[in-house]
Structures are given as structure tokens and as C-alpha cells.
Nanobody, 126 residues
């Protein structure tokens, strides 16, 4: 069974930094795209309401939403099936639950799959 385990959220003052981590575990054959999404509290629980923050391909090509470009950096360790999100110069509007997302292949097939982590809360407040 594949799981995405996130860590690193918390409370930080405006202008501060946090680093999120997400490790994919289980019978994984290969990992394709990895990404981070976020969902502000009070919004619908529907996953389609999650905002794309950043993505990274296996070769390291990255994309960012405009509001975080220049402040956030996504990276990955392919040997550990882990993705990171370094968040600097945090603003109150960055407050949200951050979700890890992975497109990967698992098992002996291998079989393609689309997975989400459970989310980690990031709160930016003085």
C-alpha cells in the first residue's frame, strides 16, 4: 500500500520560513510528478478546490503559482521518494492546509496511481 507522509507544518510569524517534507512509502516502482497543493480553512473540503502551489518532474523541472514564485522552492530526492517545499518570506495569506500529491507507479505491474497526503497545517500569524 502506498502512503504519502507529510511533516514540517506549524505556526510562524510573517516573514518567517518553514520547510515541508513528504515521503512516499510502500511498494513503489517509480515516482513521476510530485507537487504541493493548499486549501484555505473554511473552503470546501472538495479536493478540486485545492490550489496548486508547485510541482516538480523527475528531471527537476519546476512550476509555481504566481503568488509564491520567488519565495517558495520545491525540490525532490529521488533516492528517498521525497519532495520538499522550502517556504520563505511567508505571508498571512499563505495560511492553509498543505497537501502533498504524487503520480507514481507501484507494485509488480507496475500500476499507475494518483495519491494525496493527509495534509499539514501552515499558519502565518503574528
Amino acid at each position: 500500500q502506498v502512503q504519502l507522509v507529510e511533516s514540517g507544518g506549524g505556526l510562524v510569524q510573517p516573514g518567517g520560513s518553514l520547510r515541508l517534507s513528504c515521503a512516499a512509502t510502500g511498494n513503489i516502482f517509480s515516482v513521476d510528478s510530485l507537487g504541493w497543493y493548499r486549501q484555505a480553512q473554511g473552503s470546501s473540503a472538495d479536493w478540486s478546490q485545492r490550489e496548486l502551489v508547485a510541482t516538480i518532474t523527475p528531471s527537476g523541472k519546476t512550476t509555481y503559482t504566481d503568488s509564491v514564485r520567488g519565495r517558495f522552492t520545491i525540490s525532490r530526492d529521488n533516492t528517498r521518494n521525497t519532495v520538499y517545499l522550502q517556504m520563505n518570506s511567508l505571508k498571512p495569506e499563505d495560511t492553509a492546509v498543505y497537501y502533498c500529491h504524487a503520480i507514481l507507479n507501484y507494485g509488480l505491474g507496475p500500476t499507475p496511481g494518483d495519491y494525496w497526503g493527509r495534509g499539514t497545517q501552515v499558519t502565518v500569524s503574528s
